[in-house]
């Protein structure tokens, strides 16, 4: 593939010498080009662009020009720099009219300025049309054909510098908003997230207490157990249903409190505000204990899914006591790396019959160490969950992990082929690695982390 592209610039270099030559444009065209393009990659504001594009007709060739650009909410154009009056800042309605094609008026040549089509997508404020403006020159008499040859190539550079320098405003922008949603959140989600947990534990509290009037009805009741009073009888009564009301109600605020934790941890990590600062996972480190702080919690959650879709748990954890595996890590991230592999095996594992011809489905985790897998003394720890299923084809497993790959294994299942990109992203922000190994009767999904940190990582940090 990278010979390929190899291939293709050179051949687009031959080519565009050849154009070139054939251009054959005078010594003055070839120095307006190479101002314009010394300029324009010197200044990085759109307004100064505008002025450039005035300013090389004016001094190389005594012209004089306008530039108008498309304004996307009334789709007119909007002249904003002239070579008489520099930058227009009042808005006025122009004659110019939008147009795909060069048209001539009574003393100018108007040439339509096209953006790049390959990155149109991405400039979000145009519609379907690539044309971003109208460059006017003016008088026409000055302007014969060689000329008029050569504009229609300035105005062409113009076009790709300017799109360029619009997406780089529009991207600008965009990091402002992000920078500024992410202080929002963290003043209007993060931080009133805080209160839930402080509401949890009074209500544990609450509980408490409110367990204890209980005790004293239950008492009371004990008390006038061997009377036939009709009062004790109610007193009973009344303790039953409460004590059987207060032991749902444990059970519903203990789930509260694990999905609490579940959703603040996630939360608090995505959202970090060093992720949008930094345009990348920014990781906080901590000992982690992955079976109690991690893989439990989440297989708590997802038994009831896995149990409504019939697929049974298979918890082979290896002979790697807990206290052995000292690792460093986000914590947060990993658990959402355990959660996208728990999320996919719940959409596609699928029943198969096995070697003795029963109908099984069922997930299995299972972990080891790999001695010296990232170099010498440093071990790796390869977490694994495996799936039954149609095994994945070989010319599919190594796209597995690309951003918006799905595999043709999935059926109609919905996903948009984002959880194992951010999988593999997570893991080798980590230093680690991920893979999938088709087996006969379903997929082994796994990820390697190394035991220690890297000495790179400890001297950063020190």
């Known amino acids: 593939m990278a010979e390929e592209h190899n291939l293709n610039i050179y051949q687009r270099v031959k080519q565009k010498k050849e154009d070139y030559q054939r251009y054959n444009f005078e010594r003055v065209q070839e120095e307006a080009l190479s101002t314009f393009f010394d300029l324009a990659q010197e200044y990085t504001s759109v307004e100064i662009l505008y002025q450039i594009c005035v300013a090389v007709p004016k001094i190389f060739f005594d012209v004089e020009s306008n530039l108008y650009i498309l304004d996307p909410k009334t789709n007119k154009m909007e002249r904003v720099c002239s070579s008489e009056n520099g930058i227009i800042s009042a808005k006025h309605e122009s004659e110019i009219i939008v147009s795909e094609d060069v048209y001539e008026t009574e003393n100018s040549w108007v040439f339509s300025i096209h953006g790049n089509r390959a990155l149109k997508p991405w400039l979000h404020i145009y519609g ?3 044309v971003l403006g109208m460059f006017e020159i003016y008088p026409k008499d000055k302007i014969d054909n060689k000329y008029h040859f050569f504009f229609g190539k300035f105005t062409n550079r113009i076009g790709y510098n ?8 529009q991207n600008f922008e965009h990091i402002k908003f992000i920078n500024q949603l992410v202080s929002d959140i963290e003043h209007n989600v993060i931080s009133p997230n805080l209160y839930y947990k402080l509401s949890i534990r009074r209500l544990m509290k609450f509980l408490k207490t409110y367990n204890g009037i209980l005790d004293s009805i239950r008492d009371a009741a004990m008390f006038c157990q061997s009377r036939e009073d009709p009062a004790c009888k109610i007193l009973k ?15 519903e605020l203990g789930t509260l409190n694990k999905h609490y934790e579940h959703t603040s941890l996630f939360l608090e990590t995505l959202l970090r505000r060093d992720h949008f600062e930094q345009g990348t996972y920014v990781l ?8 109690t702080e991690i893989l439990d919690p989440l297989l708590e959650r997802y038994r009831p899914i896995f149990a409504k879709k019939n697929i049974a748990i298979n918890e082979n954890l290896g002979d790697i006591p807990d206290e052995e595996i000292s690792l460093i890590v986000d914590k947060g991230l990993i658990a959402q790396v355990f959660d996208n592999i728990f999320g996919n095996a719940a959409k596609y594992t699928q029943e198969v019959e096995n070697e ?10 299972n972990r080891r160490i790999l001695k010296d897998y990232f170099g010498e003394g440093v071990h790796g720890v390869r977490f694994s969950v495996f799936t039954t299923g149609e095994p994945i084809g070989d010319s599919e497993v190594k796209n597995l ?8 294994t999935v059926g109609s299942e919905h996903g948009t082929g984002h959880g194992l990109h951010f999988v ?3 893991v080798e922000i980590h230093g680690g690695e991920v893979g999938c190994i088709p087996q006969r009767y379903g997929n082994e999904f796994y990820f390697t982390l190394p035991m220690k940190e890297p000495a790179q990582w400890v001297s950063a940090q020190v």
């Not at 009564?237 to 059970?251: A, R």
């Open 401 to 408: 992990f690309d951003e918006g790959f799905r595999s043709s």
């Open 284 to 291: 906080r480190r901590q000992l982690c204990n992955f079976r």
């Open 128 to 130: 379907q049309t690539t």
């Open 424 to 426: 593999r992203n997570v």
């Open 237 to 251: 009564n009344i303790h039953n249903e409460i004590s059987d009301n207060n032991e749902k109600l444990g059970e």
């Open 162 to 169: 300017l799109h360029q320098k619009l997406l780089m405003k």
């Open 356 to 365: 003795t011809g029963n109908r099984v489905k069922f997930i299995a985790t």
